[in-house]
């Protein structure tokens, strides 16, 4: 059974770097507003991708999209509204609803505290360092990657 979720883990992350890379280029707490970016060279459609922010989660395709559709072009960036964010919180970003699998989070951040419910998901998938955290954003503020 290990041997069979790494192959898988192993295939995800090499599709992953082959295709599509993307992450949370831009926060907006007060907005409840997430920006995503393709820094990969291909198209990649995030419609089913998910959002979590222990505990709310949201599929993107279910969220206000601020851009022409959910298929973002290399270099491309379109914003999401609609998933809850608070001032101490979390967010990662996800390719299925697997929220405790580190083979499924493909971005992650934290503010306000560390160690929120979802920092060693993301610390198990490399794209994490449990401990350090942005400040609370200020009204109106956003973090860009």
């Known amino acids: 059974m ?3 979720t790494f192959t898988l883990a192993l295939f995800s992350l090499i599709i992953q770097m082959s295709f599509g ?3 949370i280029n831009e926060f907006l707490v007060d907005a409840n507003t997430v920006e995503l970016k393709n820094l990969g060279t291909e198209d990649v459609d995030v419609s089913g991708y998910f959002l979590c922010s222990f505990p709310a989660y ?5 969220l206000t999209l601020f851009g ?33 699998n580190s083979a499924a ?7 306000g505290s560390s160690n929120h419910q979802r920092a060693m ?3 198990s ?5 449990v401990g350090p955290f942005l400040p609370t954003p200020e009204i109106g503020q956003s973090y860009a990657y």
Do not use: C
């Open 2 to 4: 290990l041997k069979r």
């Open 21 to 23: 890379q993307i992450v």
């Open 58 to 62: 949201s599929q993107i395709g279910n």
């Open 68 to 100: 022409d559709d959910f298929i973002l072009q290399p270099g491309e960036i379109i914003a999401v509204a609609g998933h809850p964010l608070s001032n101490d919180d979390e967010l990662g970003l996800y390719t299925l609803p697997q929220y405790t």
């Open 105 to 111: 989070i493909i971005d992650y951040v934290e503010w």
């Open 121 to 123: 998901i993301a610390q």
């Open 125 to 129: 998938a490399g794209i994490w360092t």
